[in-house]
């Protein structure tokens, strides 16, 4: 099952690299995920970053996920900058041999440190409720804390905490991934 979903993961990226902008790749021990990010003019409306994603981890467990996120600097000089956006997810469960899908909302936090080496802490965080969760799902939550710093003008490297989580029916609370992680994220 890993193999395909690789397979299936360098087929997309060997697809997707005429529209890609960028690649987010982030592990753990535990877990990987791969992101391909872009401009929202593939949906005919531009500003907004358009992502598509695969994630495993060690119990088998795999998951899709497809995102648009607007962000902006609000008015003034201020460090920080805002965005919301939905993310589509739909995960196996190996152990219950459950899927779940969500349509979550949410958005991102990002105070950047003013720095010769441009440095941000960043808060992203999606949830589903029961209404927009599906299949053996009752709830989605995906929440990330990271510290990042830009190491060359394409080229972003960062460390940091994600919880994954659904509310599976008749098993209760699953966590996906619940750890520190470490990733690059490259822009071309």
Do not use: C
């Amino acid at each position: 099952m890993r193999l395909s979903i690789i397979a299936g993961t360098v087929l997309l990226a060997a697809s997707s690299a005429a529209m890609a902008n960028g690649l987010d790749f982030q592990l753990s021990n535990k877990t990987a995920q791969l992101t391909f990010l872009t401009d929202s003019g593939l949906l005919g409306y531009s500003g907004a970053q358009l992502s598509f994603g695969g994630f495993t981890n060690s119990n088998n467990d795999y998951m899709g996920e497809v995102g648009l996120l607007v962000q902006g600097i609000p008015a003034g000089r201020s460090p920080l900058t805002f965005g919301l956006g939905v993310n589509a997810y739909a995960a196996h469960i190996h152990q219950w041999q459950d899927n779940v899908q969500a349509l979550a909302i949410g958005g991102l936090a990002k105070y950047t440190i003013p720095n010769r080496m441009p440095m941000a802490v960043v808060l992203d965080a999606h949830y589903a409720p029961e209404i927009t969760t599906f299949s053996s799902g009752k709830s989605f939550t995906d929440v990330g804390l990271n510290y990042q710093i830009e190491v060359t003008p394409g080229a972003t490297a960062y460390a940091g905490y994600r919880l994954l989580q659904t509310n599976v029916k008749n098993h209760g609370e699953y966590n996906l991934d619940d750890g520190f992680h470490v990733g690059i994220r490259l822009a071309f």
